[in-house]
């Protein structure tokens, strides 16, 4: 009997499973195969949705699903916290202690904002990044009157382009509601927009034209609540109405209690065949890894193909040879219902286009059909 075991069922970890289970479907049902998905909640939660929350463009009901229900019936689902992964056991310990063991393991826990990071960022700032954070955020606005609204980005971060789409639509947002003369002010770490120079940019052009104002080397180490300023690394301090952080993130506390990570608890990985460096039965996807490109949900299938891919091929006695390309898609809102899109992998780096209605259009029936997608369907 060969144990598949995913840490994680959320984006990767899922489209993992459900192709695991659809391509090996004889081999479980003969007893050979069993694959095990261990998710901390038993509800999926579609983050991209998060976004829109924050604009009461969507309520939490169209951001979730049981996560049994998204999940192939021949999967084994185990809803609880994993404490940590025991490589000398090859093996998952719980919180309560069971051990769940592997012959190979999938690890996708993907990421988590920091905002404890910065000190009075928690008191001081909004941060949609979280469905409680998006819910809180779209009272605030309901609630603004006017002024100065600061979106400051800290890196790293998932989904590359939220930051640069919240700001436009947040613009876009006060216009509509005669707010024309409040200002928009966005920060970012590095010296340009973003960090994909195509995007950045394509950013400078649009946020010119929409009279949106940003500071660029901009590392936010400090929020005052009461003043209501932050103030960056650098020394630069700027005064807000409204804040929005989108702060720095880090990886999950079971990599690091299981000494897999580094600082930032990400895991080493091959950029290639998505395994941890230096363990030939264990593979890593979506946000979990090092890897220097975006985290993002797209990033989690593309990669998903490639692990799963490679596992049945294993299973059935091959090598495991096919090598994830570095895919990235993003949709990106621009705001006046309009939307365009990104795609780049290892050796291409993306071109965005001009913004159109139609993109937006998909983008929107994108999020709808996400759930066939993370089925295995679509
Ligand atoms: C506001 C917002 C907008 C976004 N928009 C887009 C977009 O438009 N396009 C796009 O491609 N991406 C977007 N993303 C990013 C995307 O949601 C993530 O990159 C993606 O979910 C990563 O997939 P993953 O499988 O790595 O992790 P996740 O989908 O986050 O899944 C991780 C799973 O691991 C589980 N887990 C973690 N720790 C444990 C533990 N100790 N024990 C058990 N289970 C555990 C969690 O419960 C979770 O279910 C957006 C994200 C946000 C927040």
Same mark, same amino acid.
């Given at each position: 009997m060969t144990r598949v075991v995913l840490l994680g069922g959320g984006v990767g970890g899922s489209m993992v499973s459900n192709q695991l289970a659809r391509q090996l479907k004889s081999e479980i049902l003969r007893g050979e195969v069993e694959i095990t998905v261990i998710n901390e909640s038993d509800v999926h939660v579609y983050q991209p949705y998060f976004l829109y929350m924050a604009f009461d463009q969507a309520v939490p009901a169209d951001a979730q699903r049981p996560e049994r229900s998204v999940l192939n019936h021949l999967i084994k689902l185990v809803v609880g916290h994993a404490e940590r992964v025991d490589r000398d056991a090859n093996a998952v310990v719980m919180g309560d202690g069971t051990k769940?063991?592997?012959?190979?393991?999938?690890?996708?826990?993907?990421?988590?904002?920091?905002?404890?990071?910065?000190?009075?960022? =928690?008191?001081?700032?909004?941060?949609?990044?979280?469905? @409680?954070?998006? %819910?809180?955020? &779209? *009272?605030? /606005?309901?609630?603004?009157?006017?002024?100065?609204?600061?979106?400051?980005?800290? =890196?790293?971060?998932?989904?590359?382009?939220?930051?640069? @789409?919240?700001? %436009?639509?947040? &613009? *876009?947002? /006060?216009?509509?509601?005669g707010m024309q003369s409040s200002e928009v002010f966005y920060t970012y770490p590095i010296g340009r927009l973003h960090s994909l120079e195509p995007v950045a940019n394509w950013a400078s052009g649009v946020f010119q034209e929409r009279n949106i104002n940003s500071q660029v080397f901009f590392n936010t180490e400090s929020v005052d609540p009461e003043k209501k300023t932050i103030t960056s690394l650098e020394g630069d301090t700027v005064s807000y109405d409204l804040l929005v952080a989108i702060p720095p993130h880090m990886g999950q506390d079971v990599i690091k209690r299981s000494g897999l990570g580094d600082a930032g608890n990400w895991i080493p990985t091959d950029r290639y065949s998505l395994q941890m460096e230096g363990a030939d039965n264990i593979y890593v996807l979506g946000d979990a890894t090092n890897l220097p490109i975006s985290?993002?949900?797209?990033?989690?299938?593309?990669?998903?193909?490639?692990?799963?891919?490679?596992?049945?091929?294993?299973?059935?006695g091959g090598r495991g040879s096919v090598r994830y390309d570095g895919k990235v898609f993003c949709f990106i809102e621009a705001g006046n219902d309009e939307a365009t899109y990104i795609k780049f992998d290892y050796q291409h780096p993306p071109k965005p286009q001009a913004p159109t209605e139609m993109i937006h259009l998909y983008k929107l029936a994108f999020n709808k059909m996400y759930w066939l997608s993370a089925a295995g369907i679509l």
């Open positions: 769940i063991p592997y012959d190979y393991l999938v690890i996708a826990t993907g990421s988590r904002p920091a905002p404890e990071t910065i000190p009075g960022l =928690v008191e001081g700032g909004h941060i949609f990044y979280t469905q @409680e954070g998006a %819910l809180k955020l &779209r *009272d605030a /606005l309901a609630e603004f009157k006017g002024g100065r609204i600061v979106v400051t980005v800290g =890196v790293p971060h998932k989904c590359p382009v939220a930051p640069v @789409e919240f700001t %436009l639509m947040v &613009r *876009d947002w /006060l216009n509509n509601r985290k993002a949900g797209s990033t989690a299938h593309f990669e998903a193909d490639v692990v799963s891919s490679n596992l049945v091929n294993r299973i059935r």
